[in-house]
Structures are given as C-alpha cells and as structure tokens.
Nanobody
Framework: QVQLVESGGGLVQAGGSLRLSCSAS????????LGWFRQPPGKEREFVAA????????NYADSVKGRFTISRDNAKTTIYLQMNSLKPEDTAVYYC????????????WGQGTQVTVSS
C-alpha cells in the first residue's frame, strides 16, 4: 500500500503563490509515479501535473503550463507543486496521486488540500 499526505493549501489572492507538498510512504512507493490532480467546485477531478516513472520527465495540463512547477526530493518520496500567478479558476481541492507502473495494481489518492484563490 501507499500512503499520501498533502499539505500547503490555503487562501491566496489572485496573482499570488502557494506551494503544496505530498509525502508518500509505503513498501511499494518506488513502483509508483506521483503527481497532482484537482477538483474544482461542482466539476470533475482533472489532471494537473505528474512525473513519469523512472526518468523523471514531467507532464502538465495546458491550463497550468508556465505557472505551476512539479518537483520532488532526491528520495522521490516527497513531491511539490509550486503554483505561481494563481487565478480564481485554480480554486479546487488538490489531490496527490500515485499511479502504478505495474499492470493490475491500483492507484492511490491523498486526502486532498483546499486551495482558494480570491479575485
């Protein structure tokens, strides 16, 4: 199993910045690619950014490219999401996600952290 714990959400004015953290633990955590999703109020959960497993290349949703940066520590068990130039439409619950690289294994979600951007 993999446990994911997010932190760093809060209330910020438009144009401001926040950094989210996600700490991953578990015996098989090295077999997962970590990333971020978000769920705006009244909408479906959507992809934000993620690492690919292994080489550490990154992918971003078009809506956050150039404003958000995903990074991780050397142990690859903590990931971060630096969010700059925040917009009211970035308001959402942000979830850390672990995607398995082994076929048939389930994925894991954190409990979520609220980010609210005021206009």
């Amino acid at each position: 199993q993999v446990q994911l714990v997010e932190s760093g959400g809060g209330l910020v004015q438009a144009g401001g910045s926040l950094r989210l953290s996600c700490s991953a633990s578990g015996r098989t955590v090295s077999s997962y690619a970590l990333g971020w999703f978000r769920q705006p109020p009244g909408k479906e959960r959507e992809f934000v950014a993620a690492f690919t497993w292994g080489p550490g290349t990154t992918n971003y949703a078009d809506s956050v490219k150039g404003r958000f940066t995903i990074s991780r520590d050397n142990a690859k068990t903590t990931i971060y999401l630096q969010m700059n130039s925040l917009k009211p439409e970035d308001t959402a619950v942000y979830y850390c996600h672990a995607r398995p690289v082994i076929a048939g294994a389930g994925d894991y979600w954190g409990q979520g952290t609220q980010v609210t951007v005021s206009s």
